[in-house]
């Protein structure tokens, strides 16, 4: 099932689901809109193979920067790691579905599917595949809406006893080696 703008006004005012920072226009008739943080990470080009399997020296496949109020522009095709200005707090029993503001998927920019798992704490770390056109964005400028999914029940192991991210606040880059 999935919460309606009441639902999650509940979950907040209970204190059973946590964003911070926190204005009451973020909350939307089936989600939450979060906003642009300051850090990003740009892809680089290179031809230097990544193995996932092993520890590697990820600043070969990352620049890492933080945007000042002109932001940054998103390269054709670029690919960029974004995060949210929000830190939230999950419950046992709430999943989340982020999806790309419908403003930007129609200047061409693109986000992979992502879940934020029942019992997830920090910034959201995301994706965004450039247009065929340079795109300028900026941080607390709303990008994303987070769709809360209520599951059937608390889940019995939720993401803060093995998850990489828990806690992370802004952009933290793959954990390797990538093993179950």
């Keep these: 099932m999935i919460l309606s703008d009441g639902g999650i006004k509940s979950y907040l005012r209970r204190g059973l689901m946590k964003i911070e920072p926190f204005d009451e226009n973020q909350v939307r ?12 990470a740009r892809f680089k080009n290179t031809e230097d193979v990544l193995d996932v399997t092993k520890e590697e020296d990820l600043s070969k496949y990352y620049e890492l920067g ?15 790691l974004l995060h949210t200005r929000e830190y939230i707090e ?14 930007f ?22 994706e965004i595949i450039g247009s065929s056109f340079p795109v300028r964005v900026r941080p607390g400028v709303p990008f994303i809406h987070l769709v809360f ?5 608390p889940v019995l192991r939720d993401y803060s006893v093995r998850g990489h991210y828990q806690g992370q606040r802004g952009i933290r880059l793959p954990k390797l080696p990538i093993k179950l």
Excluded: C, W
């Design 29 to 40: 008739e089936n989600g939450v809109d979060l906003t642009i943080g300051h850090q990003y």
């Design 149 to 153: 999914l209520r599951t059937d029940s």
């Design 105 to 126: 998927a129609r200047l061409g920019l693109y986000i992979p599917p992502t879940v934020v798992d029942a019992g997830f704490k920090g910034e959201i770390v995301i």
């Design 90 to 103: 999950m419950p046992a029993d709430l999943v989340g579905l982020v999806n790309l503001k419908s403003s």
């Design 66 to 80: 933080f945007m000042d109020d002109e932001g940054i522009v998103i390269k054709p095709y670029e690919h960029v």
